[in-house]
């Protein structure tokens, strides 16, 4: 079965220090790994995915297949970061890949 | 386009009644999934839909729990005879194809069974 898990419920950190979201997954095909955020009175949305190993809004996450990991990134916090933050897999038998699973989320809050 | 349209925001219902929480899906999206987020945990897949067919209701509690998407209007997600446990935040999303990462999701209707 499949499962993610985000050990973190709440994080905070100052502005401008680094900070890691974790995310660990467990999956028995090749997942496809997303970060989704919902910043506060707002709808949840997709921030990055691996396949695009894209940065956003300075953002990253790097799949590390052997430690079974998708952790987030940031060198420099910044406020406007504070937010709930999903990490999602997606992937099921039969190719019903359209199936997200989510992490039960982590809080994150910069404060000033 | 206003985006994924989900009515009511919140809802209050005995237990016993019907609760029925509606998804309009992006304009030029054919494809609707539901995710259920119980209390302090993340969502979890309930239902696929395309218009007028469910795909995969391998999520869908067995008993209570239904899904349309007819030709015409939003989505439905009816539930019957609601108990506590039904409780929750119940996002809807909707994609114009099958490609996982366009996902759009709704603000969600956050269900309360007193």
């Known amino acids: 079965a499949q499962r993610v898990t985000q050990p973190e419920k709440l994080l905070s950190v100052f502005k401008g220090a680094p900070v890691e979201l974790k995310c660990n997954y467990s999956?028995?095909?090749?997942?496809?790994l997303f970060w989704y955020v919902q910043y506060s009175r707002q709808r949840l949305q997709l921030l990055l995915r691996?396949?695009s190993r894209e940065s956003i809004k300075g953002f990253t996450a790097d799949l590390n297949k052997g430690e079974t990991s998708f952790h987030l990134k940031k060198p420099f916090a910044q406020e406007e970061d504070s937010a709930m933050y999903y990490c999602?897999?997606?992937?099921?038998?039969?190719?019903?890949?359209?199936?997200?699973?989510f992490g039960k989320g982590t809080l994150l809050t910069v404060n000033p | 386009n206003a985006g994924v349209m989900q009515n009511p925001r919140h809802l209050v219902r005995r237990r016993g009644q019907e609760a029925r929480l509606r998804c309009s899906p992006m304009?030029?999206?054919?494809?609707v999934y539901w995710y259920r987020q119980l209390p302090e945990e993340g969502l979890k897949f309930m239902v696929y839909?395309?218009?007028?067919?469910?795909?995969?209701e391998s999520g869908m509690p067995k008993e209570r729990f239904s899904a349309e998407f007819p030709k015409e209007g939003p989505s439905i997600l009816r539930i019957q005879q609601v108990v506590r446990g039904d409780s929750a935040a119940y996002f809807c999303a909707s994609s114009p194809s099958i490609v996982t990462y366009e996902q759009y999701f709704g603000p969600g209707t956050r269900l309360t069974v007193t």
């Open positions: 304009k030029g999206h054919s494809h």
């Open positions: 999602a897999l997606s992937g099921g038998s039969g190719g019903s890949n359209y199936k997200l699973t």
């Open positions: 691996h396949i």
């Open positions: 999956y028995s095909g090749s997942p496809e």
């Open positions: 839909l395309q218009k007028e067919n469910i795909i995969d």
